[in-house]
Structure formats: C-alpha cells, structure tokens
C-alpha cells in the first residue's frame, strides 16, 4: 500500500529505471529491483504494476541505510484492488463490482496520475463501505417499501455479501432479502459468484479439480453444476485476457486504438470475446476477438461485440483478420492497417463450427 503523505515518493518502474540511468526494458530484463536487500514494493505481492517507495530505493543504491516505512494504518492510506479486496474479506474479482459505489468511485486515485496509472482507494472510504455494507447488521437485507427491483450494479456486490455470510445460501434466501427475482436474477447471481470464486481457488491451488474447489467452498452439491460450468467460463476468460490486453496495447501503441482495459465478456456455450475500440480515423470501429472464430472489425462502437448467437458474424464492413485464433499483435496489426487482408467468414480451420472457408 501506498501509506499516508507518501504519495509523492511512490515510484513506478520508469521512474526507477530513469534514477538508475538506463533504458525501461533494460530494467525489466536485469530486475535490480530482485536483488536481494532490494527495498520490497509498497504494492501489493498481486498487482500488475509494482511501484516503490523513492526514498527507499535512492537509499540502497547509494549504499545508505534504507529508512523504514509508517508501521501503523492510516485512514489515508492507499490500497490497490487486491488489498482493498482483502480488507473486505472478498476476492479481487468481487471489488471490480464494489468499486462502481459512487463513493469508491468518486475517491479513486490513479497512481502514477493519468489515463494508465493504477487504482487506489483511500482506506477510510474501503472502510466506510464494508461499515455500510448491505446484508448485515442495521441497516442491511430488504427495506419495507423498496418495492421488487434494486440497481443492476449493485446486485451481485449484494449477493457477494449473502455468500460471504454463508456459502449455502439459497436462490429463495437471496430473493427475499434483497427483493429481486428468483430466476433468473438471484440464481444466476449465486453461480457467477460461486464460479468466480472456484476459480480464484484453482488459480490459487493448481491441479484442484473444480468439484473439489466447490466442495472446499461448502457450497452445495445442487449448486455444483451451474457453478462449475461457470468456473469454466472464468478461466477461459483469465487465459485468454493477458493476450489481448497484449494485443490491445501494441494497437494503441502504434496509433490505431484507443487505451483502455480489456473487459471481457462471458458468452453462452462457454465463449468469450472482447473489444478493442479503434480510433476514429480508422475504417473500422472496433476489433473484436472471439474465443469460436478469432479477431474481426465490428461497425458498431457502442455494442461491437453485437448479439450473442452461435453463428460468426457476417456483413458489410466485417472482416476476419489474422492466420489463426490468436496471430500476433503484429500481424492483425498489419491486417488491420491492409483493407485486401481478412475474409468474409472465419476459417474452417479455426473454428469446428464452421463449415466451409473463404
């Protein structure tokens, strides 16, 4: 964590390959910063870019005595997704939704400042909302007069909450406290959760089979079906996002998209794709990437993805670009930038669904 009034010491990778005097993939190659009696990271152990403490790495590398850190919490300390996550006793993955409360969202800090910086949260506002949290204590489950319906995104923070309680809550527990639907609403809220958190686990313990990972969550063998194929799901999408956030920032390094965080998205049958917006000088409105058939462009910038159906889709303005289901950045880039390159449907040898080739 980034501990109180220390913000302006909080170095980045560049920032500290610029105080040695040498190139950012040169530090990235050498890691100085894995030497040992290197000043550890105030990150946290899980967060995808580490930072330091400035005054701490000058210290080492001048052969000084490194000067110690604030020992106690603070209410203005920073915390990273993973370490707001823990102080609630949830997965990381549950804090992307918890994040969207308007007053976590209202005191984000991107840390370095700017459109690629990370997220922290000040510990007051973490702590406020787990004090506020629905489902327990005053205050929680279902308000007489709040009528059948609650805001979508705050539906499964909301379901999280019931779980975290007790990992054999039922469809109809849910819906009567916090007054939404049985089926599909609460249902389907219980097993994306309960799915995500199987795969936490697996990713955690390689090797568990997943029946096992549900059994150690004490969920219910009755929820292991809809949970598991759910689980499934998740990681197909956690193998695939490294490589396409990849792919997304070669894009956006060379000009022709947008910088921006690959969300994915979970399609029925197991699949799931993910957009990368281009910019709008570009022919295309977005490149779109699915599990089935690969990369394509999408003519739609506000819905690229489009319907979930099991056909690949086909039109005007729609072309499926690289040599397999996962080219190179550099060769979609190429096929992007090239109008004579893609095909008009997916080829046979990439997807089992389609029948013929272009």
């Known amino acids: 964590m980034i501990r109180a009034g220390r913000l302006q010491h909080v170095q980045t990778m560049s920032d500290l390959a610029d105080a040695l005097g040498k190139a950012l993939v040169t530090v990235r190659n050498q890691k100085p910063y894995a030497a040992e009696g290197h000043p550890a990271p105030i990150s946290s152990h899980k967060a995808r870019n580490q930072l330091w403490d400035s005054e701490q790495t000058k210290a080492y590398y001048a052969g000084e005595p490194i000067p110690e850190l604030p020992p106690v919490d603070d ?16 997965a990381p993955v549950s804090w992307n939704t918890y994040k969207k409360d308007p007053g976590l969202a209202a005191g ?45 995104d705050e539906i499964l923070p909301r379901i999280a909450e019931l779980l975290d309680a007790d990992p054999a809550v039922t469809v109809a527990t849910v819906s009567d406290t916090l007054g939404i639907t049985k089926f599909p609403t609460a249902q389907s809220g219980l097993a994306t959760l309960r799915g995500r958190r199987i795969a936490d686990l697996v990713e955690q313990r390689p090797g568990l089979d997943l029946k096992d990972a549900a059994l150690q969550l004490g969920y219910p063998a009755i929820t292991h079906r809809a949970a598991v194929t759910f689980a499934e799901r998740e990681l197909r999408a956690r193998s695939a996002q490294p490589y396409l956030q990849h792919t997304a920032n070669v894009l956006a390094a060379a000009g022709i998209a947008q910088q921006a965080q690959v969300e994915m998205r979970r399609l029925d049958g197991g699949a799931v794709a993910a957009a990368v917006l281009l910019g709008t000088d570009q022919p295309a409105a977005a490149a779109v990437w699915d599990s089935r058939f690969g990369w394509r462009t999408a003519t739609s910038r506000r819905h690229p993805i489009g319907k979930d159906t099991d056909t690949a889709p086909e039109g005007e303005g729609i072309r499926y670009l690289g040599s397999g289901l996962r080219p190179e950045p550099d060769e979609l880039l190429a096929a992007l930038r090239d109008q004579r390159c893609g095909t008009k449907r997916p080829k046979a040898s990439m997807n089992e669904f389609i029948g013929s080739e272009e």
Do not use: F, N, Q
């Open 75 to 90: 209410d203005e300390d920073l915390l990273d997704r993973h370490e707001a996550a823990e102080l609630l006793g949830v």
């Open 108 to 152: 984000v800090v991107l840390v370095p400042e700017g459109p690629k910086g990370t997220e922290h949260w000040p510990r007051r506002l973490v702590l406020a909302y787990k004090d506020g949290r629905p489902g327990r204590g005053a205050g929680g489950g279902r308000r007489e007069g709040s009528g059948d319906m609650i805001p979508r």
